[in-house]
């Protein structure tokens, strides 16, 4: 049997919930540790397992691998999610980090004193930057984003477009494609069952998170 | 004949370097449009040619690549400079990622009113965290995946040699690292972009941060 795929990360979404939906679109089971307190994460550093002393850090195939696009491309490519060549490759590359730039911004809200601004930004650069690209560009015809068939880019947009609506709700109004996209998306298995109450999937945010985080991470919060 | 492979930044460093480095190492030919004024810049964006409105932008193989580790891997799978299977590629992956986030803390360093803190930052995160995994990793090997050379190495050699601009005396305690960057500039391609007149951009000057933030708004958070 496969040794099994382990997660370690604390108890949050942050940057290792993009991994999560991989796997589990990919179909790979994985368990997690999590980081609860500042002595569990220096215990790791302490250990060596750690190749930069940062999480994520996903056990799998025998290694540690760190660095979340590194750890998300060599998901990808095991599991037949990174396109058929390398043009399709850059393509799906291309709209993945547009992806985990928006998703960044969001994941640095619960950090800020004053989100307002952030959420503002957020919301104009959703509308004006990178919806419109999903929408014109990728969806007018495809079922999926690049290549005829699904990719780590269907799966971030579809991570990323829950996460907006979780602050904007109607955020999809003016992108219909987008929206029939996440339809299809969501009715896949797989999301289908990740997206019930009980499975791996990371509530948003709450009153700990920016807490714990800090904590086991000592972050230094940003001075914007 | 190809189509020539053009780059659209402004003039200087920034997240254009590494491109610029990788482009060199894999002996491809590039010409530059450089952005000069803040016109220039939304000229680009009112053409609709940049995805996501934001430079770097490189034109190669008739498209028009945005975000810069798409455009380095890109290069690399291209050139045969990315591993010969996932196992390689993942270690290149993980070693290339860290030494961009070393980068990216130098590249900053214009931007920020007092530059002290981010200076011992950078200088102790060097010391502590990254200069160590480069050093075990080189201790036998020419190169750092894989018996061949790869984007790994060549962000190798380009951070060091920023990291020797800010502090010449970092490698110091990092002997492997030191004869690693010996070696790689002793080969050709790097050899001649180290020389005066070639595409490499020097170190941030006075006019640096001016003339980014004028021409893309950045706010330095953003950088």
Same mark, same amino acid.
Request: include cysteine; hydrophobic fraction near 40%.
């Given at each position: ?5 382990? +997660? ?20 790979? /089971? ?39 696009? $590194? ?94 609506? /979780?602050?904007?709700? $109607? ?43 800090? /904590?086991?991470?000592?972050?230094? +919060?940003?001075?914007?």
């Amino acid at each position: 049997m496969a040794q099994r795929v382990v +997660l370690h990360y604390f108890n949050g979404r942050g940057k290792m919930e993009s991994i999560r939906w991989l796997l589990t679109v990919a179909e790979v /089971e994985f368990d997690e540790k999590f980081l609860d307190t500042r002595e569990e994460y220096e215990k790791l550093v302490n250990d060596g397992v750690l190749m930069f002393q940062q999480v994520p850090m996903v056990e799998i195939d025998g290694m540690k691998l760190i660095q979340t696009k $590194a750890i998300l491309h060599y998901i990808a490519e095991k599991y037949n999610l990174h396109g058929k060549d390398l043009k399709d490759r850059v393509m799906i590359n291309m709209y993945s980090e547009g992806l985990m730039d928006l998703m960044e911004m969001i994941m640095i809200l619960p950090f800020l004193p004053d989100p307002k601004p952030k959420l503002d930004e957020i919301q104009s650069k959703a509308n004006e930057r990178y919806l419109p690209v999903y929408e014109k560009v990728a969806l007018t015809g495809p079922v999926y984003l690049v290549g005829g068939k699904l990719s780590l880019a269907d799966v971030l947009l579809v991570e990323c477009t829950l996460m907006l609506e /979780e602050k904007f709700p $109607a955020i999809l109004k003016d992108f219909p494609n987008v929206k029939s996209f996440q339809g299809r998306m969501i009715q896949i298995p797989a999301i289908n069952r990740f997206l019930q109450p009980g499975s791996k999937r990371k509530p948003p945010p709450g009153e700990n998170y920016a807490k714990t985080a800090i /904590e086991v991470f000592r972050i230094k +919060l940003p001075t914007q």
